[in-house]
């Protein structure tokens, strides 16, 4: 995985702003006797912030800065002065990103539209100064609420690619071919299995300038499930789609066999794949002459299918039709985002994640908080100028 671009797994280290402690002030000016508590609020701490962004498909610029701090809230000061907010951190992820606890692969939550704002973790809040807790008995409070603490956890982010049609066949079915001529991809072809080892994310332009997204994904063999072949790794990103292009090539040995095998594979992955939509392409169609292709028509998935050629541009339009329409099946287009799935439990264990600089080490970080909180200590406050018998204390009567 580390020698690809494609990231699709990334392991964070997050960690909220504290908020800042309130100050404890009175005012003291010439003329001015007992002036009374001016103690500022503190700032907040700053919030991490997932937000979905369109323009990244990938977790790569992740995987080189893992360590995100949101800012610490200022302390509050005199003259009723509130601290400075702590900056809040903004990770920017594809749309189709799922965020779990590293530690227990807990689900947290789910990015699915470009602009949506999730907060991960919240800034502690700044305490409150002196100034608030003035009271008629009390006058003089000497006390100001501490910043609320940070918060810190591990995050691990999946990828789920979102795209409407998800292409799902053996290696050298010409998934990626098709691809290239529906789309403006340009992914990597050739005669050989396993071609594609990453998936791939094309735009299908429709009439009256519509549109949807399709997803070549790497071949899936018999025995997927237990690891053959590229295993069933790219499977979730296909999770998510409302429909499944099924690719099986024309000279296929036996097509309803090899349709088994697919469908077989993706229940061990994960049952629901098989409620979603299904359409059935038989590629490389240029191949066949019009009676094999009525002799295979007889006889095949009952699904709805389309004869296809990359090569010779053979049925694309149709199959586009075909695939506009079942899209929209239920009078109503679903997209990839609507599609509510149930995000299973992360089995940490069973992904690559490279963790190598996990142990990072905050200590320069943690001065700075110190000094911070310090800045409000005012060494010539005489408390005992501002307190008079009995007063100091609301319990005393
Ligand atoms: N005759 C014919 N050959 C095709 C057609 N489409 C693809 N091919 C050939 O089939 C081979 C495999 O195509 P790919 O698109 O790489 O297949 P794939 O399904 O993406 O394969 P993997 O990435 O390995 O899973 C290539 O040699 C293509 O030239 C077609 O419509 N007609
Ligand atoms: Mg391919």
């Given at each position: 995985?580390?020698?690809?671009?494609?990231?699709?797994?990334?392991?964070?280290?997050?960690?909220?702003?504290?908020?800042?402690?309130?100050?404890?002030?009175?005012?003291?000016?010439?003329?001015?006797?007992?002036?009374?508590?001016?103690?500022?609020?503190?700032?907040?701490?700053?919030?991490?912030?997932?937000?979905?962004?369109?323009?990244?498909?990938?977790?790569?610029?992740?995987?080189?800065?893992?360590?995100?701090?949101?800012?610490?809230?200022?302390?509050?000061?005199?003259?009723?002065?509130?601290?400075?907010?702590?900056?809040?951190?903004?990770?920017?992820?594809?749309?189709?990103?799922?965020?779990?606890?590293?530690?227990?692969?807990?689900?947290?939550?789910?990015?699915?539209?470009?602009?949506?704002?999730?907060?991960?973790?919240?800034?502690?809040?700044?305490?409150?100064?002196?100034?608030?807790?003035?009271?008629?008995?009390?006058?003089?409070?000497?006390?100001?609420?501490?910043?609320?603490?940070?918060?810190?956890?591990?995050?691990?982010?999946?990828?789920?690619?979102?795209?409407?049609?998800?292409?799902?066949?053996?290696?050298?079915?010409?998934?990626?071919?098709?691809?290239?001529?529906?789309?403006?991809?340009?992914?990597?072809?050739?005669?050989?299995?396993?071609?594609?080892?990453?998936?791939?994310?094309?735009?299908?332009?429709?009439?009256?300038?519509?549109?949807?997204?399709?997803?070549?994904?790497?071949?899936?063999?018999?025995?997927?499930?237990?690891?053959?072949?590229?295993?069933?790794?790219?499977?979730?990103?296909?999770?998510?789609?409302?429909?499944?292009?099924?690719?099986?090539?024309?000279?296929?040995?036996?097509?309803?066999?090899?349709?088994?095998?697919?469908?077989?594979?993706?229940?061990k992955y994960n049952p629901e794949l098989l409620d979603k939509r299904r359409v059935l392409a038989i590629s490389k169609a240029d191949m066949l002459d019009e009676e094999l292709t009525e002799a295979?028509?007889?006889?095949?998935?009952?699904?709805?299918?389309?004869?296809?050629?990359?090569?010779?541009?053979?049925?694309?339009?149709?199959?586009?039709?075909?695939?506009?329409?079942?899209?929209?099946?239920?009078?109503?287009?679903?997209?990839?985002?609507?599609?509510?799935?149930?995000?299973?439990?992360?089995?940490?264990?069973?992904?690559?994640?490279?963790?190598?600089?996990?142990?990072?080490?905050?200590?320069?970080?943690?001065?700075?908080?110190?000094?911070?909180?310090?800045?409000?200590?005012?060494?010539?406050?005489?408390?005992?100028?501002?307190?008079?018998?009995?007063?100091?204390?609301?319990?005393?009567?």
């Amino acid at each position: 995985m580390s020698d690809t671009n494609f990231v699709d797994y990334v392991k964070i280290y997050c960690r909220s702003g504290k908020g800042g402690r309130g100050s404890t002030h009175f005012r003291r000016e010439k003329y001015i006797p007992m002036g009374g508590p001016d103690g500022g609020d503190g700032g907040d701490g700053g919030h991490i912030i997932l937000r979905g962004n369109r323009n990244y498909w990938t977790l790569l610029h992740l995987k080189f800065k893992r360590h995100l701090l949101a800012g610490h809230g200022g302390g509050g000061s005199g003259k009723l002065c509130s601290g400075k907010k702590g900056e809040t951190v903004i990770i920017d992820v594809p749309c189709g990103t799922v965020a779990y606890d590293a530690e227990t692969g807990e689900y947290m939550c789910d990015i699915t539209e470009d602009g949506q704002e999730i907060i991960l973790l919240k800034g502690g809040k700044g305490g409150r100064g002196n100034n608030h807790f003035k009271t008629p008995t009390n006058q003089a409070p000497r006390y100001a609420q501490p910043g609320e603490p940070f918060q810190e956890r591990r995050i691990v982010l999946e990828l789920k690619v979102l795209a409407d049609v998800g292409l799902v066949g053996f290696p050298n079915a010409g998934k990626s071919t098709l691809l290239s001529v529906m789309t403006t991809a340009k992914p990597k072809i050739a005669n050989y299995a396993f071609t594609t080892l990453e998936p791939n994310l094309g735009i299908v332009s429709y009439r009256d300038h519509r549109s949807f997204v399709m997803a070549d994904i790497p071949g899936i063999i018999e025995g997927a499930s237990d690891g053959k072949g590229l295993g069933l790794r790219f499977l979730r990103h296909i999770e998510r789609n409302s429909l499944l292009l099924f690719l099986i090539a024309a000279d296929a040995d036996d097509i309803h066999e090899e349709y088994r095998i697919l469908l077989n594979e993706l229940a061990k992955y994960n049952p629901e794949l098989l409620d979603k939509r299904r359409v059935l392409a038989i590629s490389k169609a240029d191949m066949l002459d019009e009676e094999l292709t009525e002799a295979l028509s007889a006889d095949l998935p009952d699904i709805p299918h389309v004869f296809i050629s990359s090569f010779t541009s053979l049925n694309l339009q149709k199959l586009k039709d075909l695939l506009w329409s079942e899209l929209n099946k239920d009078g109503e287009y679903i997209k990839a985002a609507d599609n509510v799935i149930v995000h299973r439990k992360l089995d940490i264990k069973a992904i690559e994640l490279d963790d190598e600089d996990d142990d990072f080490d905050f200590d320069d970080e943690e001065e700075d908080i110190e000094e911070d909180w310090d800045d409000d200590e005012d060494p010539d406050f005489d408390a005992d100028f501002y307190y008079r018998e009995g007063e100091e204390d609301d319990t005393v009567k």
